[in-house]
């Protein structure tokens, strides 16, 4: 994760945080502008809101990767050693993630740490940082 410049992100965690805030959040959230309505104005949350929160770098090139029409069973084993039976179109459910992947074992070989690292970076980024609607997913 350090050498994948994601070690700022290692403190956060899935919200568990206060139900009232959220659901108050939740009330005042606007998708058609993409802004909460707070009795101040409207507000958003921008790139920089979400550098300063994560510590991840916003600036530089884009990361753009272009992924061949592969086995997405053969990609899944090779950076996690293992594959979930149900991975349609490449596709995994975090809950997979982190149950198989839970804990680390202790006489783990730098490849196994490897793969685990992959799968917690997977976890993090479809279950934190870039969540969406379907909330339990993430693309391989």
Same mark, same amino acid.
């Given at each position: !994760?350090?050498?994948?410049?994601?070690?700022?992100?290692? /403190?956060?965690?899935?919200?568990?945080?206060? $139900?009232? !805030?959220i659901t108050a959040l939740v009330?005042?959230?606007? /998708?058609?502008?993409?802004?909460f309505?707070? $009795?101040?104005?409207?507000?958003?949350i921008t790139l920089e809101d979400v550098a300063t929160l994560t510590g991840l770098a916003i600036d530089g090139d884009a990361v753009i990767v272009d992924i061949p029409d592969e086995d997405w069973s053969a990609m899944c084993l090779r950076l996690l050693g293992q594959a979930p039976t149900d991975l349609g179109?490449?596709?995994?459910?975090?809950?997979?993630?982190?149950?198989?992947f839970d804990e680390l074992p202790l006489?783990?070989?730098p490849e196994t740490t490897?793969?685990?690292?992959r799968a917690?970076?997977?976890?993090?980024m479809g279950g934190v940082l870039f969540s969406d609607?379907?909330?339990?997913?993430?693309?391989l």
């Open positions: !994760l350090v050498d994948a410049g994601l070690s700022s992100v290692l /403190p956060l965690a899935p919200l568990t945080g206060d $139900p009232g !805030l009330e005042r959230w606007r /998708p058609e502008t993409s802004t309505h707070m $009795p101040f104005g409207e507000v958003t179109g490449g596709v995994i459910r975090i809950t997979w993630l982190r149950e198989t006489s783990a070989s490897e793969q685990y690292a917690y970076a997977l976890s993090l609607r379907s909330g339990g997913s993430v693309h």
